[in-house]
């Protein structure tokens, strides 16, 4: 039986550009097209990607993730981070999800700790160096990830001192 008590109950916001900044960028996938491309059958929309995916000699990889929809609750015991390269996720299938982050040098800086629920419309690309828990899918679904791929290992791994429990919106 596990008798940890949780930090508490953390409330979860929506994604915002603003909000997000410190972590990473939001990737609003329905925004107006910004050009008409193919003699004007398709709108083309380039999306702010802060992409860094070359660090000790890495290089861009796609991904598919297939996520299973979990409790929305939690409760979390870690968050990971990246120090060698970005990460970014679009949904395919317009899953949601929810996105608990912190900052932090050495450790994950629980003061700065956010959840942050995002639609099906929104993708997000995590600064390299961003504490945060693994993919959270609120619907079963998939997920484009680009991310580094390299020889070196580059996901550190830290337990949390307690679980923390997530609130809806």
């Known amino acids: 039986m596990n008798t940890e008590q949780p930090i508490g109950t953390l409330a979860c916001q929506p994604l915002s ?46 991904a598919v993730f297939h996520a299973l929809a979990q409790n929305p609750e939690g409760p979390c015991h870690m968050l990971e981070r990246h120090q060698r390269g970005s990460q970014t996720f679009v949904p395919l299938t317009g899953a949601r999800c929810r996105l608990l982050v912190a900052l932090g040098q050495d450790l994950p800086d629980l003061r700065t700790l956010r959840c942050f629920e995002v ?8 600064h390299k160096g961003t504490w945060h828990h693994p993919l959270m899918a609120l619907d079963n679904g998939a997920y484009l990830v680009l991310e580094r791929q390299g020889s070196t290992e580059d996901c550190e791994i830290h337990s949390l001192p307690v679980s923390v429990r997530l609130s809806p919106l």
């Open 17 to 62: 550009a603003p909000d997000f900044s410190p972590y990473g960028e939001v990737l609003n996938l329905f925004a107006p097209a910004q050009q008409a491309i193919n003699q004007g059958t398709s709108g083309r929309l380039n999306l702010p990607a802060g992409l860094d995916l070359a660090g000790d000699q890495g290089q861009a990889v796609l």
């Open 119 to 126: 639609t099906g419309q929104q993708g997000f690309t995590l």
